[in-house]
């Protein structure tokens, strides 16, 4: 199947940094990928669609100014923390759709990565 | 938007015994229905979907059933595991060019018992 990787899986940082999350499509083109958060023990709550070429759009409630969002190509998008806070810890997931080959148009998502703001 | 509940949040269940995980959402345009696994830590597993052309669908021992009239789809599990030990996701979306974002439910977490 499709393969999702995300770049890096954990990462510590302090108040006050910005943190870059990387996420490929190996071996499929994704004009489309899709951010989404997790805090413990809840659900995965969806943060902003990645379209490439174009502006991300943003869920209601999620800063854009503070959520960078840029997918300059078919196979990457990444995801820009900016000026991160110990409330922006949480597991961040990013999925790709994959509209060339199966009817389902499943997404399919990559590892997480962990974010831990001191 | 879209918005999907699912229940109940917890399921405990004795090994063998069969589970049942329901879910509703609000967008009558949703027609893609996936079910994911998701261990800790670790990234959603689909393991079985369901389209709105389609009332059911069964694979194993894990069937899903749908009711557009009522927008309510529903996971079976049968002759569960201690290895089915986890938590659910529904999800709901819109398939297509302009398709949108799986929308998940809150989750259920399943224990089995030996």
């Known amino acids: 199947g499709a393969v999702v990787s995300q770049h890096p899986s954990r990462v510590i940082c302090k108040s006050g940094t910005s943190v870059k999350i990387e996420c490929r499509s190996l071996?499929?083109?994704?004009?489309?990928m899709f951010w989404y958060r997790q805090f413990p023990k809840q659900s995965l709550m969806l943060m902003a669609t990645s379209n490439e070429g174009s502006k991300a759009t943003y869920e209601q409630g999620v800063e854009k100014d503070k959520f960078l969002i840029n997918h300059a190509s078919l196979t990457l998008s990444t995801l820009t923390v900016t000026s991160a806070h110990p409330e922006d810890s949480s597991f961040y997931i990013c999925?790709?759709?994959?509209?060339?080959?199966?009817?389902?148009?499943?997404?399919?998502f990559g590892p997480g990565t962990r974010l831990t703001v001191l | 938007g879209e918005n999907v509940e699912q229940h109940p949040s917890t399921l405990s269940v004795q090994e063998g015994d069969s589970a049942v995980i329901k879910c509703t959402y609000s967008d009558s345009a949703s027609n893609y229905f996936p079910w994911y696994k998701q261990e800790l830590g670790k990234r959603p597993q689909l393991i079985i979907d369901i389209r709105s052309n389609v009332g059911e669908k069964k694979d194993q021992r894990i069937a899903v059933t749908l009711n557009k009239t009522a927008k309510h789809f529903s996971l079976h599990i049968t002759e569960t595991q201690p290895e089915d030990s986890a938590v659910y996701f529904c999800?709901?979306?819109?398939?297509?060019?302009?398709?949108?974002?799986?929308?998940f439910g809150k989750g259920t977490t399943l224990s089995v018992s030996s």
């Open positions: 999800a709901a979306s819109m398939l297509g060019q302009a398709g949108t974002a799986l929308i």
């Open positions: 999925s790709a759709r994959d509209i060339s080959g199966t009817a389902y148009n499943e997404q399919f």
């Open positions: 071996d499929f083109q994704a004009t489309t």
